[in-house]
C-alpha cells in the first residue's frame, strides 16, 4: 500500500475528530433498545447515501430494519463487509448511573451513555473510516459492503440470520466492528441456552408432605449443574480460556402458603470450538438421568432455547494479516489476537456464509453492558484509521 495514501487518510481522520466524536453522541442519544431499531436504521441508512453507496432496507418484519449499504468501484477485486449491529441492551436501574444512559456526555476524555462499548463505538469507527476514504477520492478496486442488523443482542433471527436467508450475506472477508478492547478476535464461543422445568404436586403449605416440592427438586438439579460447571473449566481453549455454565433465571411457585407444583430455570452454557451442539444437549439430558435415577419421583424436562454457533479462525487466514498490518500501520506493533467469550454476528457471518471474519473496535468488551458504560475518545479516533487502513489494504 502506498505509505502517501496511509498518512493522508490518518491525517484526515485527525481532522474528523471533531466529526467521529459527534456521530457517536448522535447514534448513543438514539435508545435503539432490541426491537426498537427502526429510527437507528434510517439514521445510518441515510449516511450511507449521503457517502454515495446503495442502501437496501431488508426488514423481516415491520420495524426491524437491517441496512445494506453496497459501493461497487467497477473494478475487479475482493468483496469487503463491514458489519456491526443496531441495538442495545436496555440500561437496568438508572440510579446505578452518574451520567444519563442517553444523554452522551463527555467526561475524562471519553463519551458515556449506553451502547457506547456494545457497539455504538465500532459503528461510528465504520461509518468514518469509510467517510474519510471517500472524502479522500482513494480509488479502490472490488465492493465494499456495510452491513447493519438489528436483533444481535437476543441472537439476530430478525437481523443476521435474516439477512442470510434471503441470499443477501456474502463476501470475501469481512471485520465486525464488536468490542475488542482494540485486539484483534479471530474466535468466539458458541453459545447454548437451555430450559429445565420441574413438575410437582400442589397443596396447602400447611400441610407439605400431601404435594410434592418442584422448587425442592430443582435445588438437586442446580446443585448437580454446579457440579458439572466445575468440571467444564477443565476444558480449556488457548484463545478462548475455558468452557462455563452459568444459572441465570430462574422462576417457581405461586404464593408462599402453597407448595409449588412448577419450577423453571434457564441455563447459559458457553461452549469451546471443539464442542458439537448435540453433544453439549446430551450432557444436559444425561445430568437429568442421572438425578432421576437416584430421585425416583424427580419430574425434570429439559429444552433447548438458543443456540449460537461459535467459530474459529486459521491462525493463517489472510484476514487476520490484513487487520493486523493495519494496525501496525497505525500503532508501529502488531496486535494482540485473542478470542471473544460472548457471541456477536461474526459467527453467524462464519456459520451461515462460511466468510473469514475478523472482529475489531475500540470498545472495552470487559466492560459492555455496565451502568456508566464509556468509550475512550482517543481509543475510537485510534480504532477508526485502523478500519480505514484496513479497508486500503484489502480494497486499495
Known sequence: MNQETNRTLQREIDLLAPEIVETLQELVRIPS??????RMGATVAQRCRDMGFAVEIIESMPGRPNVLATWDSGLPGPTLLLNDHLDIVPPGPLEYWTHPPFAAEIADGCVFGRGTIDTKSGLTTILMAVRA??????????????????????????????????????????????????????????????????RGVATHGARPWLGHNAIEDMMLVMQRLQQHAHHLAERRDPLLGFATLNIGLIEGGTVPNMVPNKCRLQVDRRCLPSEKRAEVYAEFEALLDELRQQHPKLDASLNELIWWP???????????????????????????????????????????????????????????????????????????????QFVLRVLG
Request: charged share 20%.
Open 33 to 38: 433498545i432490541t426491537g426498537d431499531e427502526a
Open 133 to 198: 476514504i471517500r472524502g479522500l477520492n482513494v480509488p479502490l478496486r472490488g465492493t465494499l459492503k456495510l452491513l447493519f442488523t438489528c436483533d444481535e443482542e437476543v441472537g439476530g433471527r430478525h437481523g443476521i440470520q435474516h439477512v442470510a436467508a434471503q441470499g443477501l450475506l456474502s463476501a470475501d472477508l469481512a471485520l465486525v466492528a464488536e468490542p475488542t478492547t482494540m485486539q484483534v478476535e479471530i474466535a468466539t464461543k458458541a453459545r447454548m441456552t437451555v430450559e429445565i422445568t420441574t
Open 310 to 388: 461459535g467459530y474459529k479462525l486459521d491462525p493463517d487466514s489472510p484476514v487476520i494479516e490484513h487487520l493486523s498490518a493495519a494496525y501496525e500501520d497505525v500503532h508501529g506493533s502488531r496486535p494482540v489476537v485473542a478470542g471473544k467469550d460472548a457471541g456477536t454476528d461474526a459467527s453467524w457471518i462464519h456459520s451461515l456464509a462460511g466468510i473469514p471474519v475478523v472482529m475489531f473496535s475500540p470498545g472495552n468488551g470487559l466492560r459492555a453492558m455496565n451502568a456508566d458504560e464509556n468509550v475512550n475518545i482517543d481509543d475510537m479516533i485510534r480504532a477508526t484509521k485502523v478500519v480505514g
